[in-house]
């Protein structure tokens, strides 16, 4: 589950650099607020790729997802990237863990 989850959190990654990018064109948003919204929210999901077994880390995920729905209101596309992206996070969670109980039942027993 932790290599889907963290590819989908790379691909985040750059999807948000380059909406911040996009969000830095409009007039009425300052460069400083942008930055720091999308900076923060590129840090989540680096660090989250690594915190990924710990407890809450996949709330912590649902809610980046949200956020990047939300970052429609910003920029339009987001709305449909981020609702891409949120697809993709339950995929990863979903298949994730069915692979990681099959690697489970054919794993060589310890004796």
């Known amino acids: 589950m932790r290599t889907l989850c963290s590819s989908t959190l790379i691909g985040e990654f750059f999807v948000i650099g380059f909406a911040g990018l996009v969000a830095m064109k409009q007039p009425d948003l300052s460069m400083g607020t ?3 919204v999308c900076g923060v929210a590129m840090a989540v ?8 077994s710990r407890p809450g880390a996949l709330a912590v995920g649902w809610a980046l997802q949200a956020g990047l729905v939300a970052g429609g209101f910003v ?14 996070w339950w995929a990863s969670i979903h298949y994730g863990r069915k692979v990681d109980e099959i ?8 004796t």
């Open 45 to 52: 999901c680096v660090l989250l790729c690594g915190m990924l």
């Open 75 to 88: 920029v339009g596309t987001m709305f449909f990237l981020g609702v891409i992206f949120a697809g993709l």
């Open 103 to 110: 690697r489970a039942r054919n794993a060589p027993q310890a």
């Open 34 to 36: 942008v930055w720091i």
